[in-house]
C-alpha cells in the first residue's frame, strides 16, 4: 500500500507535480470565459448536430414504430399479426442500438447496450415469443413514439435560435441588400398601413448586431439543454434497465470483495510463510543444537538459547501484528474509538482523533472503517510529508462518515495509481464512497462514506 500510495503523491522528490502539470494545460486552453468560447467549442457543434439530425431520424423511428404496431396490432386476428408485431419490435431494437451509437458519437454518452434477448429455446416462435415478452424491446418502441415530437420542437427551437443569431450578428455586414435589391432601407422591424420602421441608421444597426451577439452567445446553452431531454431519454428507454444495471453493479462488487478476500489471504500466508514460520523453523534448529551440546558445551548451548529467546520475541511480535492485520481485538471488544485512538498512537504525525458515534456499526462495516483509517493514516506518515493530521468520525443519518485530513504538500490522485483506487473499489462494494481533495501543497482531506447498518 506504501508504495502504490507514493506513486499516486509522486515520489519523494517530486511530490504532487503531475497536478500542476495539468492544472496549467487546462489553464491554457481556457483564457475565454465559458460563455465567449461556447459557440466555437466542438462540443456545442456536435451537440447542434445532434439535434439537426434528430429530426430526419425521428421521422424515420416514428413512421416505422407506429406502421409496424397498427400493422401488427390490426392482424392480430389473423395468424400474421404476432409475427408482424414481433418483427415491428425487433426493428425498433436495431434502430435503438443507432441511437446509441448517435449518443455516444456526438453527446459523448456512455450508455450501456440493454440486456440482450433471452431465447431459452430455438426455432421462430420462441424468438417471436422473447421478443414480445421483452420489456426492452417494448422500451425501445415507446423512445421511437417520444422521441418524434420532442425531436421536431427540438430542431424548429436550435435551427430558430442559431439562424436569428448569426443574421442579427452579421446584420451590418448584409443589410446594404435591402435597399440595393429589395427597394426598402433595410430590416423592417415594424410596419403597418401608415408606418414602417427600418433597422438603418448606424445605432440601429448597432443594437442589432449586439442583440444577434446575445442570441449566438446563447445558443449553444439552449442546445444543451435541449439535448439534455435527449440524454434522459436516451439512458432511460434505450439503456439497460434499473435493475439489470444494479445487477452488474452487485456483480462487479462482489468480484471486487472475493478478489479482495483472495488477494488477503495471500498476503497473510505469505506474512506466515516469510515471516512466523521461518523463524519458528530457525528457532526449532537452534533448540535442537543446543540440546546436542548442552552436555558437552553448556556455554553455546546457553547462547543458542538465548538467540532462540530473541527469535521467539521477534515471531511473537509478527503473529500479533498480522493478528492486527486481520482483525484486532480491541475492535472487537471496543469498539472503532479505541480502535483507531491505538491506530492514531502508532503514527509518526501527530493526529487528532475525534469518534462521535451513538452506537456501534455493524461488524462489517466497523472493519471496513477501520482498515480505511488504518491505511489513510499509513499514508500520511510514509508520503504526505505532513506535521498534524486529524480524523473524524460521525454518523450523518443513514451513512457513517470518515475524514483524514492532513497539513502536507498535497497533490494526492486516485487516478495517478491503484492505492487509493482501490481503497475506493473496496468501500463502493458496500456502496461506500471514497472522495479525495489534493490540490498542489495541500492540504489533503480524504472523505470516506459507508453505509450505517447496525
Not at 483564457?31 to 459557440?39: C, D, E, K, T
Request: aromatic letters at 8%; a neutral charge; one cysteine or more.
Amino acid at each position: 500500500m506504501a508504495t502504490e500510495y507514493g506513486r499516486e503523491y509522486g515520489d519523494g522528490s517530486g511530490y504532487g507535480h503531475g497536478y500542476g502539470r495539468e492544472d496549467r494545460r487546462r489553464g491554457g486552453a481556457r483564457l475565454l470565459p465559458a460563455g465567449l468560447r461556447a459557440p466555437f467549442e466542438p462540443r456545442a457543434w456536435r451537440e447542434f448536430a445532434y439535434v439537426l439530425l434528430g429530426l430526419p431520424i425521428g421521422v424515420l423511428l416514428f413512421t416505422y414504430a407506429v406502421t409496424m404496431l397498427s400493422l401488427g396490432a390490426g392482424l392480430l386476428v389473423t395468424f400474421l399479426g404476432v409475427p408482424v408485431l414481433a418483427a415491428g419490435l425487433a426493428g425498433c431494437r436495431g434502430l435503438g442500438a443507432l441511437e446509441r451509437t448517435r449518443a455516444r458519437a456526438l453527446l459523448g454518452m456512455k450508455v450501456a447496450d440493454p440486456e440482450p434477448l433471452r431465447v431459452r429455446k430455438s426455432g421462430l416462435w420462441a424468438w417471436m415469443g422473447a421478443v414480445l415478452k421483452s420489456g426492452t424491446s417494448w422500451r425501445h418502441l415507446l423512445y421511437a413514439v417520444l422521441h418524434f415530437p420532442w425531436a421536431v420542437f427540438s430542431f424548429a427551437v436550435a435551427v430558430s435560435f442559431w439562424t436569428y443569431g448569426w443574421a442579427l450578428l452579421t446584420y451590418p455586414l448584409w443589410f446594404w441588400l435591402f435597399p440595393m435589391y429589395g427597394g426598402q432601407d433595410g430590416l423592417q422591424l415594424y410596419g403597418d398601413e401608415t408606418h414602417r420602421i427600418y433597422l438603418d441608421n448606424p445605432f440601429e444597426i448597432t443594437v442589432t448586431a449586439l442583440v444577434g451577439l446575445l442570441f449566438t452567445l446563447a445558443t449553444p446553452w439552449v442546445v444543451r439543454a435541449l439535448t439534455t431531454v435527449d440524454r434522459l431519454l436516451v439512458r432511460g428507454l434505450l439503456g439497460p434497465s434499473r435493475l439489470v444495471s444494479r445487477v452488474v453493479e452487485l456483480e462487479s462488487d462482489r468480484g471486487v470483495v472475493v478478489d479482495g478476500a483472495a488477494a488477503d489471504l495471500r498476503r497473510i500466508e505469505r506474512d506466515l510463510h516469510d515471516g512466523a514460520q521461518a523463524r519458528l523453523s530457525a528457532l526449532a534448529m537452534d533448540l535442537g543444537l543446543a540440546k546436542e551440546k548442552l552436555a558437552e558445551d553448556p556455554q553455546a548451548a546457553a547462547r543458542l538459547v538465548d538467540e532462540a529467546h530473541g527469535e521467539v520475541k521477534t515471531a511473537l511480535r509478527e503473529l500479533r501484528d498480522l493478528a492486527r492485520g486481520i482483525h484486532p481485538a480491541v475492535l472487537t471488544d471496543r469498539g472503532l474509538d479505541a480502535a483507531l485512538s491505538a491506530v492514531a498512537s502508532r503514527c509518526p504525525v501527530p493526529v487528532r482523533m475525534e469518534v462521535d458515534l451513538p452506537s456501534r456499526p455493524a461488524p462489517a462495516i466497523e472493519g471496513i472503517a477501520y482498515f480505511t483509517v488504518s491505511e489513510l493514516l499509513q499514508n500520511v506518515g510514509r508520503h504526505s510529508g505532513a506535521r498534524s493530521a486529524s480524523v473524524d468520525v460521525w454518523r450523518s443519518e443513514n451513512r457513517l462518515m470518515l475524514q483524514v485530513v492532513d497539513d502536507g504538500v498535497g497533490g494526492a490522485d486516485p487516478a495517478g495509481g491503484t492505492g487509493l483506487a482501490g481503497l475506493a473499489e473496496r468501500l463502493d462494494a458496500v456502496d461506500g464512497v471514497l472522495v479525495v481533495d489534493s490540490p498542489p501543497g495541500g492540504p489533503t482531506r480524504v472523505t470516506a462514506e459507508l453505509p450505517w447498518r447496525t
